[in-house]
């Protein structure tokens, strides 16, 4: 066949690295890291100015430029010179410059970071990552060969492992979601249970406080857990916990800490609710249910709970069964702040982060180690902990640590009464 008689195929792949659009943002990423760098070594240099030689002139100076480098950005390959700085004077230990923007060996940026071990969730192999991101780093991704993830994710691991040992003396937390997430390894005939519990501190800041693999969600492996955050310093635990209504971690917890109070989570027990009714039913159950856990006050939602019963009772006795049998803990949040309780209905801090999680796990052909799962769990945790909203109304936090009581979320010093001392809604709990 002659060659003139032959199409060149074109490359997808290669037009989207090499767009005019993405060609003019990696130039003009590239100049504002320029800048941002130089801004920062002429910072540094004016901060040291007045340190001089012993024969009057400016000890710390410019001496030229670091190797070239490449980092790896959501954008591309972009290139990167720092700037080398010399002291004149030290012999030993002498002031040297570190950019913050570009800490010494980085290959890739934070976002990238993030990208790895979702990738590899998704069953991605340790050998396929230089080709799968092509399209976004270029055909130069050269750092990101397969001994290269395997390193890794034994970083990751080994994150995971000094995480476990950090000390919980000073931590004391007013809240807890806790929740057993199944995900499954490769070669393993149990699903790995990831045990969660996260935390909200007195400063209204929530963060991972525990995680752990247990065998399935039983009574003992949740008792392991927070034994090991007793060992490692913690106190006292939370005035309140949410979770489902799986019986091995309010077992363990009421052992150790009775006095801890209990919220079970809405979307889980909705979700049950809904299993145990025909499809058809569902859009009108969950506006009743709706109607229950948003209620302004603790006696309208018993109101519309006792409307639920009495509309399904007789058709869908499971149904109501599956409600009636947590009733007290169900509306515990009543006797919390209001401010509070769009964060204590539900267990949504531990669900929205893993929603990614068994997302990129389901459609995967169970290509992990129990090891890998629990690095890259923790591993995506951290980064989604940085997303993390405070609790509203931090000021009411000291309230609950010190035990106050509340009324339909209102502290029991800010009711309104009339002259037949009765409570008058002041808004405050809607």
Request: aromatic share 8%; glycine share 4%; hydrophobic share 35%.
């Amino acid at each position: 066949m002659k060659n003139n008689n032959l199409i060149n195929a074109h490359n997808p792949i290669q037009s989207i690295v090499t767009d005019t659009l993405t060609t003019f943002i990696k130039e003009q990423a590239q100049k504002m890291l320029r800048a941002a760098i130089e801004t920062e070594v002429n910072d540094f240099i004016s901060q040291h100015s007045s340190l001089l030689t012993y024969d009057g002139n400016q000890r710390i100076v410019r001496n030229g430029y670091l190797p070239e480098r490449h980092v790896q950005t959501g954008v591309g390959d972009i290139k990167v010179k720092v700037p080398r700085i010399r002291d004149r004077e030290a012999k030993t230990n002498p002031i040297s410059f570190a950019s913050n923007l570009v800490p010494k060996y980085m290959r890739r940026s934070a976002t990238l970071d993030v990208l790895l071990p979702l990738l590899y969730l998704k069953g991605v192999s340790t050998g396929d990552f230089q080709s799968s991101l092509a399209p976004i780093l270029g055909s130069n991704a050269n750092n990101l060969s397969a001994n290269t993830i395997t390193r890794l994710k034994n970083g990751w691991h080994d994150d995971y492992l000094s995480w476990q040992k950090r000390s919980l003396a000073d931590k004391h937390y007013v809240y807890w979601w806790v929740d057993g997430i199944y995900l499954k390894a490769r070669m393993e005939d149990d699903k790995t249970c990831m045990l969660v519990i996260i935390g909200a501190d007195e400063t209204g800041r929530k963060e991972l406080v525990g995680l752990l693999d247990g065998y399935r969600e039983s009574k003992d492996s949740w008792r392991e857990l927070l034994l090991k955050l007793q060992e490692r310093g913690l106190k006292k635990f939370p005035v309140l916990a949410v979770g489902d209504g799986a019986l091995g971690f309010w077992g363990a917890l009421n052992e150790l800490s009775p006095n801890t109070k209990h919220q079970r989570c809405w979307v889980h027990k909705t979700a049950n609710i809904l299993d145990k009714m025909p499809k058809s039913q569902h859009e009108q159950a969950k506006k009743l249910i709706h109607d229950i856990y948003l209620a302004a006050t603790k006696k309208d939602a018993l109101q519309a709970w006792d409307g639920f019963i009495k509309r399904y009772d007789a058709k869908y006795p499971k149904a109501v069964e599956c409600l009636l049998k947590d009733k007290e803990s169900l509306l515990t949040f009543y006797d919390f702040p209001a401010e509070h309780w769009v964060h204590l209905r539900t267990t949504n801090p531990i669900e929205s982060t893993f929603a990614t999680v068994r997302h990129r796990t389901k459609k995967s052909k169970n290509c992990h180690s129990r090891t890998t799962i629990i690095a890259c769990v923790f591993k995506l945790i951290l980064e989604a902990e940085k997303r993390w909203k405070c609790l509203c109304g931090k000021k009411r936090i000291a309230q609950v640590i010190n035990l106050e009581q509340f009324i339909d979320g209102i502290h029991k010093d800010e009711i309104i009464y009339d002259e037949n001392n009765n409570n008058l809604d002041n808004k405050k709990a809607a």
